[in-house]
């Protein structure tokens, strides 16, 4: 079983900064691929950035956000720079199973609690 908690959101201009954490618990965290989605209200849950074997970005983050993990820490990062008010969405941590890279949320085993980030235009 993995608990997955995220912190960092909030309310930033658009243009600014925010860096997310999500801090897992277990002891096989570095055998897990971790992923970011999010969801904006009446939207599907997309998956915004995914860390394994591989790095995954959407194209509408490419180039502004970057994913990271710190394995001694049990901890993935999302920074994200240039913010738009279409970022606007509760941001999620998953984790799966394995160090293959998905994209697709059912391919995820365990959920964080989402943080909210709302970019002000």
């Known amino acids: 079983q993995v608990q997955l908690v995220e912190s960092g959101g909030g309310l930033v201009q658009a243009g600014g900064s925010l860096r997310l954490s999500c801090a897992a618990s277990?002891?096989?965290?570095?055998?897990?691929?971790m992923g970011w989605f999010r969801q904006a209200p009446g939207k599907e849950r997309e998956c915004v950035a995914a860390?394994?074997?591989?790095?995954y970005y959407a194209d509408s983050v490419k180039g502004r956000f970057t994913i990271s993990r710190d394995n001694a820490k049990n901890t993935v990062y999302l920074q994200m720079n240039s913010l738009k008010p279409e970022d606007t969405a509760v941001y999620y941590c998953?984790?799966?199973?394995?160090?293959?890279?998905?994209?697709?949320?059912?391919?995820?085993?365990?959920w964080g609690q989402g943080t909210q980030v709302t970019v002000s235009s």
């Open positions: 860390i394994g074997r591989s790095t």
């Open positions: 277990g002891r096989t965290f570095r055998n897990y691929a």
């Open positions: 998953a984790a799966r199973s394995s160090m293959t890279v998905f994209t697709t949320p059912s391919q995820y085993d365990y």
